[in-house]
């Protein structure tokens, strides 16, 4: 039986660690977390915030998915676009999705990510 998501693995183009870890810890906000040793050779890194886990992982030829993308929950969403923006990200309002508030913005290398709250 399927108890949780462990983590989210997003790929990213070689040489692309630092744009990441600006990204992911300065504007998201979320922590690098260690690889373990066997993994770290290839590359990439690890990201984490409360429980969410994201991957990136290192892939020859990477091209970004127009659509794929993991969704995360977020609290104060106006605060948390706010900051994005402050760091020069996008940030695209979506009001599709019945009882939630979201957008989607981009990380540097053009992984697709959605951010969502949800509202009474």
């Known amino acids: 039986m399927i108890a949780a998501v462990d983590h989210v693995q997003l790929a990213a183009p070689e040489g692309s660690q630092d744009a990441l870890r600006t990204y992911y ?3 998201l906000g979320m922590t ?15 990201f984490q915030a409360g429980p ?24 104060d969403i106006e605060a948390f676009a706010a900051r994005l923006e402050k ?22 290398v053009g992984n697709r990510l959605e951010f969502l709250e949800r509202v009474a």
Request: proline share 11%.
């Open 25 to 27: 810890v300065d504007t």
């Open 32 to 46: 690098e977390i260690a690889k373990p040793p066997a993994l770290a050779v290839r590359g990439g890194c690890w």
């Open 52 to 75: 969410v886990q994201l991957h990136l992982g290192i892939e020859p030829g990477f091209r970004p998915a127009r659509k794929a993308h993991p969704g995360l929950r977020v609290t």
């Open 87 to 108: 760091h020069g990200a996008e940030v695209r309002w979506d009001g599709e999705l019945p009882g939630h508030r979201r957008f989607f913005s981009h990380d540097p």
